[in-house]
């Protein structure tokens, strides 16, 4: 029976349901969460944070955006993800999942950002944070602000993003990153318009140099795109600076431009104005068949 369903095995489902890829069965994932909103309104204490990660996951993995399906994990995450009593505990790999399926459910919720920022930033999440759990929440919440939607408490949450990058960003001067996670994290920069520590966003950008060829052309005309953006907030008297003066991630973008050049073919409408948006702002390329070959594919 549905009703004496228990947390662990809403979990086991959904995860099974997910691993093949089960996909056409909406109303069974539907109740499975009208059960879990059922719990987490009136037996929070006995949810476990593990396995309401795991069904949340799953859930949002299985129908990204579907809001008729999600619609009851949502109401459950609204009610545990401002519990501090259900935070405190979550473990650190727990926390940085969260932020993560509210992106991909785009729950946005002003009171559930907030507490769970505030959660990561008063509670030592930093100091057992790693690299990966630092761009996830980073990219996340980032993007999450970013859809606009929110209607309250904007300014606070603008701030607590802020913060966030202070916290966080250190964790990303590190090498045991993905492209998924370098690309990730230099679009998280760049649309935060988070410019405090730009020798953070210079290593990404640098790292990302050495990793090219395991890219998909997406990740580096998006990190292009992050290089561009970043170039607004520069002072004007580095604009015409030349040689060994010219600032680290200038460097790196010139030679995302130069890989994105020879896989040209592989280029969509969305890469190709990106990249001819960044090469703008950058004020580059040396060489201006490089803007032809863009412009060509975009016709």
């Not at 979990?11 to 890829?21: D, G, K, P, V």
């Not at 990561?120 to 939607?149: H, I, N, Q, W």
């Not at 973008?253 to 969305?270: D, E, F, G, I, P």
């Not at 490089?290 to 594919?297: G, Y």
Request: glycine share 4%; proline share 3%.
């Amino acid at each position: 029976s549905m009703q004496r369903t228990s947390d662990w095995q809403i979990a086991l489902i959904l995860a099974s349901l997910n691993t093949l890829r089960v996909t056409n069965f909406p109303n069974v994932v539907r109740k499975l969460g009208e059960r879990f909103l059922f719990l987490a309104t009136e037996d929070s204490a006995a949810l476990q944070p593990r396995a309401v990660n795991t069904a949340l996951r799953s859930a949002v993995l299985l129908f990204p955006q579907d809001e008729e399906v999600l619609e009851p994990f949502v109401e459950g995450v609204r009610t545990l993800f401002i519990d501090n009593t259900f935070l405190s505990h979550c473990n650190a790999v727990e926390i940085s999942n969260f932020p993560w399926i509210l992106w991909r459910s785009r729950t946005i919720d002003s009171r559930v950002l907030i507490s769970l920022a505030d959660h990561m930033l008063e509670t030592g999440f930093t100091d057992k944070c790693t690299p990966k759990m630092a761009c996830r929440v980073l990219v996340s919440y980032t993007s999450l602000l970013g859809l606009g939607s929110l209607r309250s408490n904007t300014s606070e949450l603008q701030t607590l993003l802020s913060d966030l990058f202070e916290s966080l960003g250190t964790h990303l001067l590190s090498s045991k990153l993905t492209p998924a996670e370098v690309s990730g994290a230099m679009y998280a920069y760049a649309k935060a318009s988070y410019v405090r520590d730009m020798g953070i966003f210079d290593h990404l950008a640098e790292l990302l140099c050495t990793m090219l060829d395991e890219c998909s052309v997406r990740q580096v005309a998006q990190s292009l795109w992050a290089c561009g953006k970043m170039k607004l907030w520069e002072p004007e008297q580095f604009s015409d600076e030349e040689g060994s003066n010219e600032l680290p991630y200038i460097s790196s973008a010139k030679q995302y431009v130069s890989h994105l050049t020879t896989r040209v073919k592989q280029l969509n409408a969305k890469d190709v104005s990106q990249g001819l948006w960044a090469l703008g702002r950058l004020g580059t390329p040396d060489d201006v068949n490089t803007v032809c070959v863009l412009a060509f594919r975009a016709s």
